[in-house]
């Protein structure tokens, strides 16, 4: 039942706000305060009004929602305020036509479909415009958007950051970071490897089999820094004062000097400056059936440094919780990567190594 109370309140609320004040005095924005209301009250919809509330450019004055539920069933957060409950959604339409109202937001989930499809065809007989906004916020987002393909709408949920131009420009960026860094390094790369050579007997490269772009496998390149060449079903994790680790080795672990040939991963294209860290294979058919959302940080290469590496989580991963935690900051940097964000990683990646204590 519609509560007129609330309702004239609104009216009242949307008439002497201080921002239809002031819109009214600008030349340039000419026109009433639009009446909307929304169908679907959830946080996403709380949300929305509070977008208007926060932009009276946009002139919309929400009156209020239509739900099959009472707010206080919707929400335990006692920091909302009271919403203003209109009706049931089937007596959406009638609203609409009896107080002209200007725009309709359905903000239902997917699940509701036919009680969408109803609204809609009862909203035929009005003149309101109607938008859908889709309740995807409970999704885990990976580069979210909106595009069509030959007019068909389709929504990104999880997608790549690395399409388009932005495929070029992380390529490009690789391409000259990592000719520029082997140019400084190739005399110290020369060094290391005679040392590894003179120190303990076996090959300069370890060589490891991992996944990259796509889940699909890739040969990463390290200077090794055990008596063994581990790359099987059984891969065991370095630990501290691990006796496996050679004295040069344990060098080269702790300053993250063993990584150095990962520079020409990255020239062959499989791997990048910098991106998530690449597990052994055997540790990621571990941990993607123990950590929800574990495979999507192989929707881009592999990285020499990443995000949850200069934020702590750098080494062994003796706990879940700490691959947790670290999967959490590679999704992290999937939502909201740029090449500053990149730049930044490198740069903080040299003080990270310095005084880092998790590696070994």
């Known amino acids: 039942m519609i509560n007129s109370i609330d309702l004239e309140f609104n009216k009242v609320f949307w008439k002497n706000s201080m921002a239809s004040l002031v819109l009214q005095r ?51 957060d006692k920091q909302h305020q009271p919403e203003t409950l209109l009706g049931s959604i089937a007596s959406a339409a009638e609203f609409v036509k009896t107080y002209n109202v200007q725009h309709i937001y359905i903000a239902l989930p997917l699940s509701a479909q036919p009680r969408v499809m109803a609204l809609l065809d009862e909203l035929r007989d009005t003149t309101a415009s109607i938008y859908f906004v889709p309740d995807i916020v409970s999704f885990d987002l990976i580069q979210a958007n909106i595009s069509t393909i030959d007019g068909i709408p389709i929504v990104a949920i999880c997608e790549s950051p690395f399409v388009g131009i932005n495929s070029i420009i992380k390529r490009i960026s690789d391409v000259v970071l990592s000719l520029f860094i082997l140019l400084l390094i190739a005399p110290l790369m020369l060094l ?20 990259g ?126 090449l500053f964000l990149d730049l930044l990683i490198i740069f903080k990646t040299i003080s990270v190594v310095i005084r880092d204590k998790n590696a070994y």
């Open 26 to 76: 600008w030349p340039f924005t000419k026109g009433e305060t639009s009446r909307a209301v929304i169908v679907g009250l959830s946080d996403l919809s709380r949300k929305l009004t509070h977008k208007f509330r926060q932009n009276p450019l946009l002139r919309v004055g929400c009156m209020g929602f239509f739900d099959d539920r009472w707010s206080e069933r919707l929400s335990e």
């Open 192 to 211: 290391i490897a005679i040392g590894i050579k003179l120190s303990s007997p076996g090959p300069v490269l370890f060589k490891q089999r991992r996944y």
């Open 213 to 338: 772009l796509d889940g699909k496998e890739i040969v990463v390149y390290k200077f090794r820094s055990m008596t063994v060449m581990e790359d099987n079903e059984q891969v065991n994790q370095a630990t501290r004062n691990d006796p496996r680790i050679t004295r040069l080795g344990g060098f080269l672990r702790k300053t993250s000097l063993d990584e150095l040939p990962q520079f020409i991963n990255v020239l062959q294209g499989h791997m990048s400056v910098v991106g998530p860290r690449p597990h052994a294979i055997s540790h990621n058919e571990m941990y993607r059936s123990l950590i929800k959302g574990y495979m999507i940080r192989h929707k881009v290469k592999p990285g020499i440094t990443g995000w949850a590496q200069i934020n702590g989580f750098r080494g062994e991963t003796d706990v879940l919780e700490k691959m947790q935690a670290r999967i959490d900051y590679d999704l992290d940097y999937l939502r909201n990567w740029s």
